[in-house]
């Protein structure tokens, strides 16, 4: 037995490793013929020797049993909603509230795509995923750990054993949205009008090989508690959600003053056609945690940041 979970940790790593340079980096280092003949000399391993078959198991990503129901999940850290701005007018009354609050002390902005899939959190203890769920209203959400799982560029196991929560955008690619409508036009099924509907509806399901069928994907945004983990800009919490193997949206960037702010938005109104994934707007926050933390928050949306929404893009559906 020592040797075949020796062998099966070895295995565990590299198709971890792979895994991550597949759905994350998007840069994979081996053919699919190595990675499927991994998975396979893991899965005569498990077969033989049943208590190898882990949770975290690379095998182990699409569950076999259909939930009759979702449990409830409280979130120890409210997941907040954004208030919204629709013009450049917007956000310089959001930047005037910031400067007054910060006495005029500097402070730095960042920007970044507001992906338009459905809010989930992740929770990890020691490094393994163990949980995650819906915004739901904030406070209460959803256990959907069994779908989130299926989502490949969710690490079953981090880089560091750490415990933490991370939060972030479950969404379907254009192209994975599509085909799907396509599918159900041929089984005369209902089309999704959009990703975010066809994400959320493939997320609220209780059989996890349907979550695994549709090709969800995410981008981690945030890092609940980051200041307890020696992190003191949320660039850095990017950065360190990044180092730790999360999927990140890289197209942001640190803004100096809320001119910075409306060029950067102004600049992707029109380049979102080109994305592989729909977005709704541009997120901006105040950068440094301690500034967000003078700020604080409204009954349910933070003061340190806002959303520019844009205008509903149409859909491209063919
Ligand atoms: C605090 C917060 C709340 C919702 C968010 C939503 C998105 C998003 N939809 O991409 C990105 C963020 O950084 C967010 N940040």
Redesign the pocket.
């Known amino acids: 037995l020592q040797a075949a979970e020796k062998r099966a940790q070895e295995l565990h790593n590299l198709l971890n490793q792979y895994n991550y340079e597949y759905y994350v980096l998007d840069q994979p280092s081996v053919p699919d013929s190595e990675y499927d003949r991994l998975t396979q000399e893991l899965l005569k391993i498990e077969e033989e020797f049943p208590e190898l078959q882990t949770s975290e198991s690379p095998t182990q990503r699409v569950g076999g049993q259909v939930l009759d129901a979702f449990k409830k999940v409280q979130h120890n850290v409210p997941m907040?909603?954004?208030a919204n701005a629709f013009n450049e007018d917007d956000l310089r009354d959001f930047d005037r509230r910031v400067r007054q609050a910060l006495d005029e002390n500097s402070y730095s902005y960042v920007c970044?795509?507001?992906?338009d899939?459905l809010?989930v959190s992740l929770k990890y203890e020691d490094g393994l995923f163990v949980q995650g769920s819906t915004r739901g209203d904030g406070t209460v959400g959803e256990d959907i750990s069994a779908n989130l799982r299926t989502i490949r560029s969710i690490p079953l196991r981090l880089r560091e054993p750490l415990t933490l929560e991370v939060r972030g955008?479950a969404f379907m690619p254009k192209q994975s949205f599509i085909a799907l409508n396509a599918i159900r036009d041929e089984k005369g099924e209902e089309p999704f009008a959009n990703p975010r509907n066809a994400a959320a509806g493939s997320l609220r399901q209780l059989d996890p090989r349907i979550a695994a069928s549709r090709n969800l994907d995410i981008?981690l945004?945030?890092v609940a508690e980051a200041e307890e983990l020696g992190v003191s800009t949320h660039s850095e919490s990017l950065e360190m959600l990044e180092r730790l193997g999360f999927k990140t949206n890289n197209e942001r960037k640190v803004c100096r003053t809320i001119d910075d702010v409306i060029q950067y938005v102004s600049g992707w109104a029109d380049k979102r056609p080109k994305l592989s994934y729909e977005i709704d707007g541009i997120?901006i926050?105040v950068n440094s945690l301690a500034q967000q933390k003078e700020l604080g928050t409204t009954a349910k949306s933070?003061r340190w940041?806002i959303a520019f929404k844009f205008p509903a893009e149409e859909v491209v559906t063919k």
């Open positions: 907040l909603s954004l970044e795509l507001k992906i899939g809010a955008e981008f945004y945030g997120v926050k933070p940041a």
